[in-house]
């Protein structure tokens, strides 16, 4: 989904016209609301962080920018929770997995770098 799509849909969920969100940007007419959602007008930073107010979500989620380091944190939390849901003896067959995973990898690659 383009951001202008996100706009769109984002302006919908809010139940809000293109006359409304015009307005809370400033703009005199919904047109200049149309030409954003369908992508025909660009938009600098400064109007994307008003429009994003407006329209109540960050301008990251509004252009889906994806922070790698948030995600694999993320990540690691859940791996974390999943592990400690487990019993005592799910979690030492999983450190036991991993452990074999881990060496089988090591050796692999201390192959490949011997050829």
């Not at 990251?60 to 939390?77: F, N, R, S, V």
């Amino acid at each position: 989904m383009s951001t202008a799509e996100r706009i769109r849909a984002r302006r919908l969920e809010l139940g809000m016209t293109q006359q409304e969100l015009a307005d809370k940007l400033g703009y005199t007419s919904k047109s200049s609301i149309g030409k954003i959602e369908n992508g025909n007008q660009e938009l600098p930073m400064k109007l994307l962080k008003k429009v994003a107010k407006a329209l109540q979500i960050s301008p990251q989620d509004l252009i889906e920018w994806k922070d790698p380091e948030a995600e694999e944190a993320a990540q690691d939390l859940r791996l974390l929770a999943l592990f400690h849901s487990l019993d005592s003896e799910g979690q030492a067959d999983v450190m036991d997995f991993l452990e074999v995973k881990v060496n089988r990898m090591k050796k692999d690659i201390s192959q490949q770098s011997a050829s």
